[in-house]
């Protein structure tokens, strides 16, 4: 199975995959407490954009709502371990049935009712929006007060009930990361990889193919829904406190997306480029305010923008493909 | 045997008849032609046997079983294969990928599928262009793209909707030579939709001619080129064949 995974796959694109897993790994050892956090902020941009990227990149359903599995994962494992103590890692299961059913009822209701496109894009934000508020008013995890999980020193890590320092987290997240990159790259290179590369590029030449477009569709939102809530898992045991108003809203879903836009939405690289790019450089941007004395509020946003904007108007494909190309890792480069 | 048997078919548009009453039957391991003009209903007809059209009222059959409530997908796994009038290539996916789609219907292990597929690819004269992005492609080799798309998910009917349109001479004489080796070697049952009345001449056993939506005159080539009605409407007085 291993060899079937590496088939293909330049030598060159293998070693350099190598190097920045020994660099990833090594990072903590160097890296300041400030830099470390960045560090998770990046891989779990990677983590989620990938998770996004199966269904906008791979089958091309465009989904403007996966901060409503974000929350919806970190809300189930946070009150299962508030109210009955029961390890993240045992509630990760009920957060993934949770994600999954509800990804699983948009995609009913869309692909069976023939709702694409925008109109596909606007029902994922209305079902973010329907959970923001009704989370408000959903008292057994406190409302809109927001659920705090508790909090101590901790002199060890403890890693089945994910309390412990930040470094455990980074490792954490960094596992999940390279877990979603190996699963994607698998896909995409199975029977379902296809069809959802096929439905993207023509959903009607797909189905003249005897593609079942509503079951591969629905495959494709419900992996990318339970992939999406073991971020929220990690994100609710990593900060510890989680508010409807914040969690679901949807900025956060705009911010997961533009990771992999910016990096290339249906690559595989293109997730962890576009998080390096986006949270390493408006994080790097803050710290340069901040040396240089400017405090003005909104520059984190004003930078997305710009980058956005130069992405769109002279990378289209996004920064993996070109950059792919000029490291010679892209198909061609094998000539 | 017949393998498709269409009855009574007919399709409307918003009150436009596309398809009246169209009946007619295609025997296994034969080649039927249908011609008419522009606005015939050829195209339409084609999509109510693929499935993206429920017709309004008569049948198909396939191999005696009635397919008209079936999706595409579903009738392409019975065994129709279909190419579109206007090319729909997986625009951003490469030459064998493309045919790696269709291949998967029948292998679902990827290596026994690319087997398959570059097959096809050979066959069809794409074997050097299998990395080539379908959107690199020119028309004819689009069209020539259709082809080993629906081939590669191995049916035992296939229905071309103007494959050689835009294709040179020589390249229409290659092509037309695939599809009599297809359907001589593997028994492969195929019904054309084409103007080009040389390859319709060349490769189909009957021909059934529409006009307006409706059967006007069906019959084997020799017989149809003599046609009153059909030099009529269609071929026109002058025609060569």
Not at chain 1, 72 to 84: E, M
Not at chain 1, 219 to 246: C, D, H, I, K
Request: hydrophobic content about 50%; charged content about 15%.
């Amino acid at each position: 199975m291993i060899r079937g995974l590496l088939e293909g796959v330049p030598r060159r694109g293998l070693a350099m995959l190598a190097a920045l897993l020994a660099l990833l790994l090594a990072f903590p050892f160097f890296a300041s407490g400030y830099l470390l956090a960045v560090g998770f902020l990046i891989l779990y941009f990677a983590y989620v954009g990938q998770a996004w990227n199966i269904m906008m990149g791979f089958a091309g359903q465009l989904s403007l709502g996966h901060s409503l599995y974000v929350g919806l994962g970190a809300y189930a494992a946070a009150a299962l371990y508030v109210h009955f103590g029961v390890s993240p890692w045992v509630g990760l299961g009920a957060s993934i049935a949770v994600c999954a059913a509800a990804g699983a009822v948009i995609g009913f209701l869309a692909f069976r009712f023939g709702v694409g496109g925008v109109y596909f894009a606007i029902l994922t934000i209305a079902f973010a929006e329907f959970a923001r508020i009704g989370f408000d008013h959903f008292t057994w995890v406190r409302g809109s007060s927001g659920l705090f999980l508790p909090v101590a020193n901790y002199t060890e890590n403890d890693l089945w009930n994910l309390r412990g320092s930040p470094r455990m987290f980074y490792y954490l997240m960094l596992g999940l990361t390279a877990g979603a990159f190996v699963l994607c790259h698998a896909l995409l290179r199975s029977r379902m990889g296809y069809y959802w590369l096929a439905i993207r590029e023509s959903p009607e030449a797909a189905q003249a193919l005897g593609v079942n477009l509503f079951r591969y569709k629905m495959v494709a939102v419900v992996v990318s829904a339970a992939m999406t809530s073991l971020a929220g898992v990690v994100f609710a045991f990593y900060y510890n406190n989680l508010f409807p108003e914040q969690i679901f809203h949807i900025s956060r879903s705009i911010e997961l997306i533009l990771g992999p836009i910016i990096g290339g939405i249906g690559t595989l690289v293109g997730p962890l480029v576009g998080a390096l790019l986006l949270t390493g450089l408006a994080e790097g941007m803050g710290e340069l305010m901040l040396a240089l004395g400017v405090d003005i509020p909104g520059v984190k946003q004003v930078f997305y923008g710009i980058c956005l904007l130069l992405v769109v108007m002279f990378l289209p494909d996004g920064v993996w493909p070109p950059l792919a190309r000029a490291l010679r890792l892209d198909r061609k480069g094998k000539d | 045997m017949v393998l498709l048997e269409v009855e009574s078919l007919s399709k409307s548009f918003r009150g436009l008849r596309a398809v009246q009453n169209v009946s007619f039957e295609v025997p296994a391991g034969e080649i039927v032609g249908l011609i008419g003009p522009n606005g015939a209903g050829k195209t339409t007809i084609f999509n109510l046997i693929a499935g993206v059209y429920a017709p309004d009222s008569g049948s198909v059959l396939f191999q005696k079983r009635p397919i008209h409530a079936l999706r595409p997908d579903q009738i392409c796994a019975a065994g129709i294969g279909r190419t579109f009038q206007n090319v729909k290539p997986f625009a951003g996916l490469s030459v064998l990928d493309n045919v790696l789609v269709g291949a998967f219907l029948r292998e679902k292990a990827p290596s026994a599928a690319r087997a398959l597929s570059l097959q096809i690819l050979e066959k069809l004269g794409l074997g050097t262009k299998r990395d080539q992005l379908a959107s690199s492609l020119t028309l004819p080799d689009r069209k020539r793209l259709e082809v080993a798309r629906a081939l590669a998910t191995r049916p035992k009917l296939l229905l071309l909707d103007e494959v050689m349109a835009g294709l040179r001479p020589t390249e229409c004489d290659q092509i037309v030579a695939v599809f009599r080796e297809l359907n001589r070697a593997e028994g492969l049952t195929i019904v054309l939709i084409e103007h080009v009345m040389r390859a319709v001449m060349a490769l189909a056993g009957r021909i059934v001619v529409l006009h307006h939506g409706e059967v006007i005159a069906r019959g084997t080539p020799e017989e149809v080129v003599r046609d009153k009605a059909v030099l009529e409407c269609y071929l026109g007085e002058e025609t060569e064949v």
